[in-house]
């Protein structure tokens, strides 16, 4: 406001950065240090926040704006696939979940943690032979993955899924959190449509 408009890519970036920032506030959780995954919000999902957002990310990397690189790793994979695959259950870092499972993988009974099985919507026999089971039903994974659909969704503006799918190694860094300096990345140059 009460800047002039002449545009040679400050403006954009500083958009753009303050866009990411403000997505990974408002859409996404997680404890500092270990990466983020998208908040359990069925209103936000009802209301296309999470299609919105991954179109934001898909204009930010192809104009050389910030990376969203702030998720989990197996929020990225879920970005790649669309599916739950070989998810190790250490690797997913929730604030709700994460204390539960690691009691019920300790503990031998079962029987004392039925009412939050239950209520994570686990239906089936709650015995040791059933653990892996309860502990994939339990984790927050289950509930996030209609927010990463409908970020999936988003990124296929610029066909970027397409791109990450044939690049996932060299485009891992651009969404996953990895330490450090937990401020955006900005890019560079943009992206031309041609390497889109």
């Known amino acids: 406001m009460g800047e002039a408009g002449v545009d040679t890519g400050a403006l954009r970036k500083e958009f ?4 990411i920032s ?22 936000d999902l009802d209301n296309g926040l999470f299609r919105v957002a991954g179109e934001i990310f898909a204009v930010s990397l192809a104009q050389g704006g910030p990376a969203p690189r702030f998720l989990q790793e197996w929020c ?16 997913v870092n929730d604030m709700e979940f ?10 031998s009974d079962l029987s004392h943690y039925c009412e939050q099985i239950s209520s994570c919507g686990y239906t089936g026999p709650i015995n040791d032979q059933n653990k892996e089971n309860i502990k994939r039903a339990m984790h927050a994974a289950a509930r996030s993955t209609l ?3 409908q970020l999936r969704e988003g990124l296929q503006l610029y066909r970027l899924v397409d791109i990450l799918e044939k690049n996932k190694e060299v485009c891992r860094g651009l969404f996953v959190f990895e330490g450090g300096n937990d401020q955006p990345k900005l890019m560079g140059e943009p992206l031309s449509p041609v390497e889109l």
């Open 16 to 19: 753009l950065t303050e866009m």
């Open 98 to 107: 994460s204390p539960l499972i690691k009691m019920i993988e300790e503990t």
């Open 147 to 149: 927010m990463l659909q």
């Open 22 to 43: 403000g997505i990974e506030t408002r859409l996404f959780e997680g404890e500092n240090g270990q990466g983020k995954m998208p908040k359990y919000s069925l209103n």
């Open 76 to 91: 990225y994979n879920y970005l790649l696939s669309g599916n739950l695959e070989n998810i190790m259950m250490d690797s």
